[in-house]
């Protein structure tokens, strides 16, 4: 399984789309910092000054980990179906190696590299704030809680992927993983709207309405948690150890937390797929 992980690995650097993303990501980082830049030249001392700042960051933030999301789907939406469909499987199944362990393989070397990518996006977001002069202090253990829930969301969806990738198509597999990504967004939104009208009491469709939004955003982070991952993320790099907190509402914000038990749901999530997947695939007829 080894060397599955490690030939995963050399195979996704050689990969056009992991170029394309890259020279994506460098331009986005860009225009983020030329933002940034033109945001500090003003005054900033003000307490809406600095909760500003911190919307900007939760914005930078979350369009890095969807740039991450592209990342994963355009390199591992095929790691299984597509070496099926063009008859390299046969070649790597005729060496000594499980069908299971080359699912895991591909898990593992694939999480590997995107695990790099998506901590040098964090920390880039993060860095371009304090470096521009961001009034938001950040204590060394908010930034390490916050790459570790910033890693977390994209080694999650590539866990459906990969397993998505074993049983159907390569096209099934991206419409799989496109529309999952979707829906869990789109739930997430609607749970931070629902808090937003519970929390503000603003009953034009009454506080049942916002409960029912919450409840949807729920079932949506079963289908894929990638959200909460995302909301649990800013609280983490945005609460101090001494309570205070810089966390804002809004799109980019997390109001709504998930709870201990959504995040051991998240790591039988993750297991049931690899297992589901790997069983399939060592019974799929090839």
Same mark, same amino acid.
């Given at each position: ?28 980082? &860009? ?22 700042? &911190? ?6 933030? %979350? ?33 000594? *190696? ?21 901590? *040098? ?19 060394? &253990? ?5 790459? %570790? ?5 994209? *080694?999650?969806?590539?866990?459906? *992927? ?58 949506? &982070? ?29 799109? %980019? ?13 998240? %790591? ?19």
């Amino acid at each position: 399984m080894i060397t599955i992980i490690k030939y995963t690995f050399k195979e996704m650097l050689k990969k056009r789309a992991f170029l394309l993303v890259s020279l994506l990501s460098l331009l986005y980082l &860009s225009i983020y910092t030329f933002g940034l830049s033109k945001i500090f030249e003003r005054p900033n001392d003000s307490i809406y000054d600095i909760i500003f700042q &911190s919307q900007i960051l939760s914005a930078g933030l %979350f369009f890095a980990n969807f740039i991450v999301a592209f990342l994963v789907v355009l390199t591992s939406v095929n790691a299984i179906s597509g070496e099926i469909e063009n008859g390299t499987i046969y070649a790597v199944l005729s060496k000594p *190696i499980k069908r299971y362990e080359l699912v895991l393989g591909k898990f593992i070397g694939l999480g590997a590299m995107i695990v790099i990518y998506s901590s *040098i996006m964090f920390l880039s977001v993060v860095g371009l704030n304090i470096f521009m002069g961001s009034k938001i202090t950040f204590e060394a &253990s908010n930034i390490l809680r916050g790459l %570790f829930f910033f890693d977390l969301g994209p *080694i999650v969806f590539l866990a459906l *992927i990969i397993a998505s990738s074993s049983i159907f198509s390569t096209v099934n597999t991206g419409i799989i993983a496109i529309m999952a990504y979707g829906i869990a967004l789109v739930g997430g939104v609607l749970e931070q709207i629902g808090s937003a009208m519970q929390q503000s009491q603003v009953s034009a469709f009454g506080l049942k309405s916002g409960e029912s939004l919450i409840n949807a955003g729920i079932l949506t &982070s079963l289908i894929l948690p990638t959200d909460v991952i995302y909301r649990k993320m800013t609280a983490e790099l945005l609460t101090q150890s001494s309570g205070i907190s810089f966390m804002t509402q809004g799109l %980019f914000g997390g109001m709504s937390q998930p709870s201990i038990y959504m995040f051991i749901y998240i %790591f039988f999530y993750v297991v049931f797929l690899l297992y589901y997947g790997a069983k399939r695939f060592s019974q799929r007829d090839l």
